[in-house]
């Protein structure tokens, strides 16, 4: 009998997102199952309902036989299943051995904690199972590595003997990915059971006895690891999905509109995301950026939209360097961005359409005439707006919160396309919406490519990548691995292989193409 | 009156011996800002929970003549307006900062309120034969020359002061609640998934607030004087606050800060009588706190971008050689 | 019915009844305590503003001071800053206004525009401190501009008690103001009038600043709401990320809300020394330290309803007076009512209602993780 039996499991979100569909999954125990599947596709969401911070719409869970239900991660604790989040649940400030014996302190006969025993606990569990750290370290100060294993050990402490790991290698080197793995080891030889999620296939083949992959919420299959190899699980991952077919005019390539050289960006956590990126943009086509999130597209967009500022390189427009510009010498320029989370950049929810319609040309005539703004122009712009995109509403002075997704989207399209943009920056622009919105969307952006302007679409969906671009390339880990200058010749599998690391253009092969 | 007349005050036991006292007051509201903001539910209503705490001191000194039995009702009445504060932006939702006002609203009009409808004065109750609390004087320490007075002779409440650092610091540290506080105040989801009840921490977390902030009141109303005047805590629970944002979060720095402060106070007290006017010198606690904030800030921003520097030029190397 | 009870507009209004209803409530339950003539007391609370022509004076009086305070909190607000050194600036005004309305050797046609141009200077340059730490090195506003109030305070003695304290007065004041920079009444100086005018003219201090408030009303409301410095602030206050990324200083924006409003509690520091004190003294702008977050939270933080919430806690703030004249309650029961009205409106889950006003800064929640105030 599985140790864990995931049946028929759904869950519908409020707003319509059918994050797992009549999904089956089961886990024997002391093996080591990866779960793999792109951005979306359901992984996360599934073990989240497994450790009880979700509840599913529908479908049971059985562990070695008896139906449970979590109404919360200590439901699940109690059963002995630990996580260990990708978003680390750690007290920065407290030392190693308080993370670890948080909620639960050993006491003195005083009733002060006992500070002794919170560290002899943590040797004591870091012995027996190989997971090197520091009890009196600050975790502020640790690096990802051992602030991972800390997690582990957290789990441990509450006698887990199902541990799930969202992505843990996401943030490690290689070797701590190897020390991981030894961990792993160890702890599957004391009777542990481990689920594995990841989207990187060279550990899957590595570590894991199992792999189940799952596509859009939905369950793939499940096969033993030693029967695959890793383009297939990669096809497996990434499908044959023709989703809307756009019907695109021939490309009309025009001049060189944006150069991007040598982009570094490293984060504030001191971790290198970009690692010299380097492509050109033309006008009248649209340069699609493939790549698994993570691996650098949000920072390259902020930094070339003038959200962040960039450690390095070039990214000339004009002939001019935007980086390290403001926003609005960047706008000034005619690049429009429309940014990939629209609730925290691209919109003001609890003001009106049309004001959110005019932040960037609130102060241009005929909206601002010297010393007053003229709001029945911004009416008329609001409603010309409305109608041109198709934006689902009787009003545009309501607020754009009365909006759903899609049209809160197209409000944040529509402004930026109206802007007349020489080059258009446009991120994960049909996430999250409805299909009709996310038609309109696509219809709208090869529209404006067609008419000239150039457009770099960044999307953690490869079919969107693959029918609206004409040129891709592929970002994996802060570096372009691999440039397609015809989209239409392209294959999901070839493309899954760049995108996951798996291989790589040498770079005089993509400099002819770039 | 010389610089040399001040300047030998300064450095007199005298003086040394008032800063003491005069950090008395500060410390209280800072110790209780500090439990709050340390659980993620600062307190903006310090200044009105002294005003309570010195004033139910008074009264109920004044009527039932008992000192101790004062002090009790006047940290009851600090908790009690703390959990006003906890009730209207837990439970309600309140935001934080609006809520604090409306407390200090109400304590501010509510305690000249009361004074009047008591004893019908609104000035201050000097009518009333209220109590103080005893100075502590410690055999032995009290005779020995310059350091004697400085450590003895205190009222109580300024011994009370320097040990509630302490009691605080263990509280946050080795017992199982203040940490659970801190943890919620830093990443109450984390605190979550552990099975910790935010909410019923951030409550306990500001009761102890209004604890301590009453305490600061009563060190007013029953030591410095022996009355209750209106808005006699004069914006010390304001520079609890300023004390607690300049204290990371840890008792020793924000017992710096408070001190720092109180010192200024006793400065001006001690420079009114050189030439330089009462009222700028009476400025110099609130300027330091400005200054202090405008330092701290220029401090954080340096250190982060330094941290950012440093990493990008080791990372550089690391990923230079990968990239081999 | 139901839809109408869905309205938000409808919701927001019944709110704010409610909680004036209860606040009131709580007020008069109070007084039935600790009075001994609770009825007289309460009645001279609820009616006494209206009872005689002086009292209806103090009543305009007092509100028109709580409209520029409200329009100055307002403003800053409506950018999501916690600016509150309205006092500060608000005595030093005073005490500019009236020094130039004094001192100054002109005829009062250039003096009296001179005076207030005065305090507004003044009053912008003392919040130029607060609002560049906030705006460039993220310094909490709220505690700068409480320590600069209280500096203010020190200051304004201090230059009172210095340079233009009254040789044999009884108190800590100054000359008064002169004549002919004393605002005249409101009424107009019209043959039909005359009598009118001569009785507000002897009874009550109301003074054309009437007509400063109402266009300090349309200006801010313009102002806010009309011109692309107004998008600016209220965009940084919808989503300061958002703003940025629209391309808006967001800085120079920060800084900028909170210097605009020092013009308005000018108004109010111009409005105390010509009008109702007419000469500079101790304490004359006692009581109205937070009273323009009191008006702005009432208003629904919308200049146009500053001058209703302004009247409002005016004649209760005018009826507390007469109360204490005429019966054992003293005045600061006015607060206390205050104090629960306040808590009642923004308690968000005890009328839930969608409207926020003031939320808390996402910037001092940034600032959460340094450890600073929360």
Not at chain 1, 100 to 114: H, M, Y
Not at chain 3, 340 to 354: G, K, Q
Request: glycine share 8%; net charge neutral; hydrophobic share 45%.
């Amino acid at each position: 009998m599985p140790l864990i039996e995931m049946k028929n499991i759904s869950k519908i979100y409020d707003n319509g997102v059918v994050a797992n569909d009549h999904v089956n999954f089961s886990v024997e125990k002391g093996e080591i199952h990866a779960l793999v599947g792109e951005n979306g596709a359901g992984k996360s969401t599934l073990m989240k309902i497994l450790y009880g911070i979700e509840q599913p719409t529908e479908g049971q869970i059985l562990i070695n036989g008896k139906e449970v239900s979590f109404r919360s991660s200590l439901d699940a604790i109690d059963e002995k299943i630990g996580m260990v989040h990708q978003n680390f649940m750690l007290i920065p400030s407290f030392s190693v051995a308080d993370n670890i014996v948080l909620g639960n302190e050993p006491l003195q006969t005083n009733k002060l904690i006992d500070k002794k025993r919170s560290v002899e606990i943590t040797e004591e569990l870091s012995k027996t199972y190989g997971l090197n750290v520091i009890p009196e370290a600050i975790v502020d100060s640790i690096n990802v590595g051992m602030r991972q294993r800390v997690e582990i050990i957290k789990m441990l402490y509450r006698e887990a003997e199902i541990l799930i790991m969202d992505e843990p290698t996401a943030v490690l080197t290689p070797q701590e990915t190897q020390d991981l793995f030894n961990a792993i080891h160890k702890l599957v030889e004391q009777g542990k059971t481990v689920i594995f999620i990841t989207h990187k296939l060279r550990e899957v083949k590595e570590i894991s006895d199992r792999v189940t992959v799952m596509r859009l919420g939905k369950m793939i299959g499940t096969v033993d690891t030693k029967d695959v190899t890793r383009e297939q699980i990669a096809n497996m991952m990434v499908g044959r999905e023709v989703f809307l077919d756009i019907t695109k005019p021939k490309i009309n390539r025009g001049q060189k509109r944006m150069t991007v050289k040598d982009l570094t960006y490293v984060s504030e956590t001191g971790t290198p995301v970009l690692r010299g990126v380097n492509f050109n943009l033309y006008s009248g086509e649209v340069l699609g950026i493939a790549g698994v999130e993570g691996n650098g597209q949000t920072e390259l967009v902020e930094v070339i939209t003038g959200l962040k500022s960039a450690t390095g390189g070039e990214v000339l427009v004009h002939e001019k360097n935007i980086l390290n510009r403001t926003p609005r010498e960047i706008r000034m320029m005619k690049v429009a961005h429309i940014p990939e989370d629209r609730l925290t950049n691209g919109v003001a929810v609890n003001a009106s359409i049309e004001e959110n319609l005019i932040v960037d040309r609130y102060f241009k005539k005929p909206l601002n005439k010297g010393l007053l703004m003229d709001y029945k122009e911004v009416n008329k712009h609001s409603d010309a707006l409305i109608k041109q995109f198709s934006i689902k509403t009787p009003d545009g002075k309501l607020p754009v919160s009365s909006l759903s997704g899609g049209n809160m989207q197209k409000v944040v399209v529509a402004r930026e396309l109206s802007s007349d943009p020489y080059v258009l920056i446009a991120s994960q622009p049909t996430r999250g919406i409805d299909v009709g919105a996310t038609e309109y969307i696509r219809e709208q952006l090869v529209k404006y490519r067609t008419d000239g302007v150039a457009v770099l679409l960044v999307s953690a969906d490869l079919s969107e990548v693959m029918s609206l671009s004409d040129r891709i390339v592929t970002l994996y880990e802060g570096k372009i691995t691999g440039v397609f200058p015809d989209a239409s010749k392209a294959t999901e599998e070839e493309l899954g292989l760049y995108m996951l690391g798996l291989k790589e253009q040498t770079a005089e092969e993509m400099e002819k193409v770039l | 009156m010389t610089l040399d007349f001040v300047l030998r005050g300064i450095f007199s036991t005298f003086f040394l011996a008032s800063v003491i006292r005069i950090c008395t007051p500060i410390i209280f509201p800072s110790m209780g800002g500090l439990v709050a903001a340390a659980a993620g539910v600062s307190n903006m209503a310090l200044e009105g929970i002294m005003l309570w705490g010195a004033f139910t001191g008074v009264f109920v000194s004044a009527y039932t003549g008992n000192v101790w039995l004062a002090v009790l009702a006047g940290c009851l009445a600090g908790i009690l307006v703390a959990l006003l504060l906890a009730v209207a932006h837990l439970q309600f939702g309140s935001d934080r900062f609006l809520a604090g006002l409306a407390v200090n609203l109400f304590s501010s009009g509510g305690t000249v309120f009361l004074m009047y409808s008591l004893i019908g004065e609104k000035g201050n109750t000097s009518t009333l034969a209220s109590l103080s609390v005893p100075n502590v004087v410690i055999p032995f320490i009290h005779d020995i020359p310059v350091l004697g007075p400085i450590l003895s002779g205190h009222p109580v409440f300024t011994y009370i002061a320097f040990f509630s650092v302490w009691v605080i610091y263990i509280l946050m540290y080795r017992t199982r609640l203040g940490v659970h506080m801190r943890a919620v105040g830093e990443n109450p989801a984390a605190a979550t998934t552990l099975g910790i009840n935010v909410h019923r921490v951030q409550y306990i977390a500001l009761a102890i607030s209004g604890f301590f902030a009453a305490l600061g009141g009563m060190s007013l109303s029953m030591a410095y004087l022996q009355m209750f005047q209106r808005e006699m805590a004069a914006g010390r629970g304001w520079i609890g606050i300023a004390a607690v944002n300049l204290g990371a979060l840890r008792p020793i720095p924000t017992l710096i800060a408070a001190m720092v402060f109180g010192f200024a106070d006793a400065l001006a007290n001690q420079l009114g009588s050189l030439n330089i006017p009462s009222q700028l010198v009476q400025s110099i606690p609130y300027a330091t706190t400005v200054i202090g904030l405008a330092v701290y800030s220029i401090q954080q921003r340096r250190v982060a971008i330094e941290r950012q520097k440093k990493y990008a030029s080791a990372h550089y190397e690391e990923a230079a050689s990968e990239a081999e | 019915m139901k839809k109408f009870f869905d309205s938000k507009n409808v919701r927001s209004f019944l709110r704010i009844v409610l909680a004036l209803t209860i606040g009131l409530t709580f007020g008069f339950v109070i007084t039935l305590i600790v009075s001994d003539e609770p009825m007289v007391a309460y009645k001279a609370f609820l009616f006494g503003p209206l009872s005689q022509l002086n009292r209806i004076g103090d009543w305009l009086e007092e509100s028109l001071t709580l409209i520029f305070l409200g329009l100055a909190i307002t403003i800053v607000f409506s950018a999501k800053q916690f600016y509150i050194g309205l006092e500060g600036q608000m005595i030093l005004s005073a005490l500019a206004t009236g020094a130039v309305a004094i001192y100054m050797p002109a005829p009062p046609i250039i003096r009296v525009p001179l005076a207030f141009l005065a305090g507004m200077v003044v009053a912008v340059l003392w919040a130029l401190i607060p609002a560049l730490l906030k705006a460039y090195l993220g310094a909490s506003e709220l505690v700068t501009s409480l320590m600069f109030n209280t500096m203010a305070l020190r200051l304004f003695e201090f230059l009172l008690r210095t340079y233009l304290q009254l040789p044999n007065a009884n108190g800590i004041m100054s000359e008064r103001v002169p004549e002919d920079a004393r605002l005249r009444t409101f009424i107009p100086n019209l043959p039909f009038l005359e009598e009118t005018r001569n009785a507000w003219s002897k009874a009550t201090n109301v003074s054309w600043m009437v007509y400063v408030a109402i266009g300090a009303v349309l200006l801010a409301y313009i102002l806010l709401y009309k011109t692309k410095f107004g998008y600016e602030i209220r965009a940084v206050g919808a989503n300061a990320k958002f703003a940025k990324y629209g391309g808006i200083n967001v800085k120079r924006t920060i800084v900028a809300s909170i210097l605009v409003s020092g013009v308005f509690s000018a108004l109010a520091g111009s409005h105390l020394v010509l009008a109702i004190t007419e000469r500079i003294v101790q304490g004359m702008a006692f009581g109205f330290g937070f009273e323009g977050i009191n008006i702005s939270i009432l208003s629904g933080n919308n200049p146009l309803g500053v001058p209703i919430a302004s009247l409002f806690y005016g004649y209760l703030r005018a009826g507390s007076d007469v109360m204490e004249r005429a019966s054992d309650v003293s005045r600061e029961l006015v607060f206390v009512v205050q104090a629960a009205v306040l808590l009642l409106l923004t308690a968000e889950r005890l009328l839930p209602v969608v409207q926020q006003v003031v939320t808390t800064d996402e910037e001092e929640a940034a600032q959460l993780e340094k450890g600073s105030v929360k």
